[in-house]
């Protein structure tokens, strides 16, 4: 049965039907509304739900959560998430899987309230300190974040990472039908390496991310990346539309995706050879779908609600076989069809 609902509401009833029982934020406009559904769920089905006194509190809440074997999430909007990083880090640094929500808002600095795609960086290359990635999803409509938010906890348990749903003020805000996941009742995998209590049965775990020793470091750092490696190999996602005779493939994640194709559409009914590339996970980022792509496109445009964050990401996936423009608007703006079907009949 589907129903309608908020974006930010759908994603925190998808938490709760995946089995997280322990939510630790802070207010930040446009994401305040999942905190607040957390706050009216979460007692009534056993859980935790806590306001902490910032978001850099919070974050290490989630850390400490996570350490005990328990799925734990925390949400916020951009400013919140550059708090946050540190905590993201030291999660990395010790290999638990949780998950961060990010609605995202235009910046730099406190910016605006409207949406925005303008921390793809920070998602994909700078979340925090040290070498380390996580996992980011990158949902298109409210269906999808119910969807993806399953996923997330999932793939973050069986790589032992931290996951990310970049979202944005658009897709937090809006309401769309849904259908959400049956609660199945079945128990979450076991974690044999968290530090939830040993009961005289087995040896102490101890959970950590600070090592002294350089050389017992790097082989930390060097086997998380072997792992990350698998994780390139089995964990890219993206969906493709008309690119099968496409000269011209644009790539767009997240809100931008969906006016992307609405361009796409018109471009067609007016004989021009256009596709849509959509990544839906930014890491790993689809250079596999991308690489096919540049098989038989002539050029490519990415969309972004930001300055271009996504394209240099786009040029070293097709290896700069063909040539790669951008078209975005930022501060808050979302582009308009029209607008980016002007920028494909340029190229075409």
């Not at 010790?94 to 600095?109: C, E, K, M």
């Not at 609660?183 to 040993?198: I, R, V």
């Not at 194709?261 to 596709?275: F, T």
Request: with cysteine.
């Amino acid at each position: 049965m589907k129903v309608l609902m908020k974006g930010n509401e759908a994603l925190a009833e998808a938490a709760i039907r995946a089995g997280c029982k322990h939510f630790f934020g802070y207010p930040i406009t446009p994401q305040t509304e999942l905190a607040a559904y957390m706050s009216k769920r979460m007692p009534k089905i056993g859980g935790t739900y806590l306001q902490a006194e910032s978001e850099v509190a919070a974050v290490n809440m989630v850390l400490g959560a996570a350490a005990a074997g328990v799925r734990a999430m925390t949400s916020s909007s951009s400013p919140g998430i550059s708090l946050k990083s540190e905590g993201i880090s030291y999660m990395a640094g010790s290999d638990l899987p949780a998950l961060i929500i990010n609605v995202q808002r235009g910046g730099p600095g406190l910016g605006g309230i409207q949406p925005s795609q303008a921390d793809y960086w920070q998602a994909t290359k700078a979340t925090g300190h040290g070498d380390f990635q996580i996992l980011v999803f990158a949902p298109s409509t409210v269906q999808e974040m119910v969807d993806l938010v399953s996923a997330a906890f999932d793939a973050a348990d069986r790589w032992r990472m931290p996951a990310m749903i970049l979202a944005d003020g658009m897709l937090g805000q809006m309401m769309e039908p849904v259908t959400l996941p049956e609660e199945d009742g079945k128990p979450l995998p076991e974690k044999d390496w968290s530090a939830s209590g040993h009961q005289g049965k087995r040896e102490h775990h101890i959970i950590n991310s600070l090592y002294l020793t350089p050389d017992k470091l790097e082989d930390l750092v060097v086997e998380r990346y072997q792992r990350y490696e698998q994780v390139k190999a089995q964990e890219q996602r993206a969906e493709e539309y008309l690119c099968q005779d496409a000269d011209l493939v644009v790539v767009a994640y997240g809100a931008s995706a969906r006016v992307a194709r609405s361009a796409v559409n018109q471009a067609r009914e007016q004989g021009i050879k256009a596709g849509l590339l959509r990544p839906v996970t930014l890491w790993p980022f689809p250079t596999g779908a991308l690489q096919k792509a540049a098989g038989r496109a002539k050029a490519f445009l990415t969309v972004e609600m930001s300055m271009g964050q996504m394209v240099d990401d786009v040029k070293l996936a097709i290896d700069c076989r063909v040539p790669v423009h951008f078209f975005g608007r930022t501060g808050g703006i979302i582009p308009t069809p029209a607008e980016v079907l002007g920028e494909i009949e340029k190229l075409a």
